[in-house]
């Protein structure tokens, strides 16, 4: 964890690492990244599912960004996770699009 509170984690099946991810400060966004070895991708909705959980519920952010880079095609996941367009941003001088998923409303 570092100063905002969260950082990334590794994800463990049968003690065996199968990717890492999780939320990381960038430009005053909670930004969230999640890499899974593809014998795992089924995972990735249901390790989506509980990390936007924690950062909703147990954190109170109120919304997350994920920064994908314009080469990037295959985004419906993020769409179906509930994410929108948000922009066009620069880090690092390297250009992203970014998405961002609001919390529910309570």
Partial sequence: MDEYGYGPWAFTVSDRFVGW????????D?????????????LG??????????AFNEMGLKSITI??????LKIK???RLGFQ???????????????RLHAPQR
């Avoid at 909670?30 to 089924?42: C, E, F, I, S």
């Avoid at 909705?45 to 924690?54: E, F, Q, S």
């Avoid at 920064?67 to 990037?72: F, V």
């Fill in 21 to 28: 991810g999780g939320l990381q400060y960038e430009n005053g």
């Fill in 30 to 42: 909670a930004d969230l990244a999640l890499v899974l070895h593809p014998d795992h991708w089924g």
């Fill in 45 to 54: 909705k249901k390790i989506y599912d509980k990390i936007l959980a924690y």
């Fill in 67 to 72: 920064l994908l880079p314009p080469t990037r």
């Fill in 77 to 79: 996941a993020i769409f």
């Fill in 85 to 99: 367009f948000d922009g066009d941003i620069e880090y690092d001088g390297v250009h992203f699009i970014r998405y």
